[in-house]
């Protein structure tokens, strides 16, 4: 209802009432004349136009209340965030001024930590370094002792090649040629009975 009013009225403002009453003291004095007269069209625009000024106003009064609410609530929030930011900031602040001023003694504390940790390491090392010593050490030890069985068998046995090469010798030496023929002819007679069945 209120629009098709609004419509009405803004119909009835003609073209040139519209160009006069966004330029009323040029057009007063021009439409005035030398008489000193306002022309009647002329108090009509004016009238329409205040008219419409009220119109809108009070048409235009909730949704531009509702408006301006909202901006002054929109406002009022960004303030309380901008001072609440304000507060972190000198929280911040004052806790980076505390953490400078006992700079000296953290880094006092964290080069004593780092010396007591070096010391305990180097320890860890050491005692680490030791037992793999002694590993090494057990390694090497049965290692050479089992070179020194491994050389004492190979020198038994090449002891008792040694002996029966010797032994070999003497026993040729012994032996001529008659002597063998009468070994050998021995042997083939042993065999002979052991393979010829009774």
Same mark, same amino acid.
Do not use: C
């Given at each position: 209802?209120?629009?098709?009013?609004?419509?009405?009225?803004?119909?009835?403002?003609?073209?040139?009432?519209?160009?006069?009453?966004?330029?009323?003291?040029?057009?007063?004095?021009?439409?005035?004349?030398?008489?000193?007269?306002?022309?009647?069209?002329?108090?009509?625009?004016?009238?329409?136009?205040?008219?419409?000024?009220?119109?809108?106003?009070?048409?235009?009064?909730?949704?531009?209340?509702?408006?301006?609410?909202?901006?002054?609530?929109?406002?009022?929030?960004?303030?309380?965030?901008?001072?609440?930011?304000?507060?972190?900031?000198?929280?911040?602040?004052? %806790? *980076? @001024?505390?953490? #400078? &001023?006992?700079?000296? =003694?953290?880094? $006092?504390?964290?080069? !004593? +930590? /780092?010396?007591?940790?070096?010391?305990?390491?180097?320890?860890?090392?050491?005692? %680490? *370094? @030791?037992?793999? #010593? &002694?590993?090494?050490? =057990?390694?090497? $030890?049965?290692?050479? !002792? +089992? /070179?020194?069985?491994?050389?004492?068998?190979?020198?038994?046995?090449?002891?008792?090649?040694?002996?029966?090469?010797? &032994?070999?010798?003497?026993?040729?030496?012994?032996?001529?040629?008659?002597?063998?023929?009468?070994?050998?002819?021995?042997?083939?007679?042993?065999?002979?009975?052991?393979?010829?069945?009774?």
């Amino acid at each position: 209802m209120r629009f098709t009013m609004l419509r009405a009225w803004l119909g009835a403002i003609p073209a040139h009432g519209a160009f006069v009453a966004a330029h009323a003291p040029r057009g007063l004095f021009l439409a005035a004349g030398a008489s000193g007269e306002i022309p009647h069209d002329l108090v009509f625009n004016i009238v329409n136009f205040l008219i419409l000024v009220i119109v809108l106003a009070y048409v235009l009064r909730k949704p531009a209340a509702s408006f301006f609410s909202n901006r002054s609530g929109a406002i009022r929030r960004e303030l309380e965030q901008a001072r609440r930011a304000i507060e972190e900031s000198k929280a911040k602040l004052a %806790e *980076a @001024a505390d953490k #400078a &001023a006992h700079l000296e =003694q953290e880094i $006092q504390n964290l080069r !004593a +930590a /780092a010396r007591q940790e070096m010391e305990r390491e180097g320890e860890r090392l050491r005692q %680490e *370094a @030791a037992q793999e #010593a &002694a590993k090494i050490q =057990q390694l090497a $030890q049965a290692r050479v !002792a +089992a /070179a020194l069985r491994a050389a004492q068998a190979e020198l038994r046995t090449y002891a008792a090649a040694q002996v029966v090469a010797k &032994a070999q010798e003497a026993l040729r030496r012994r032996l001529d040629d008659e002597g063998q023929h009468r070994l050998l002819r021995d042997f083939l007679t042993e065999l002979r009975t052991k393979a010829s069945p009774n």
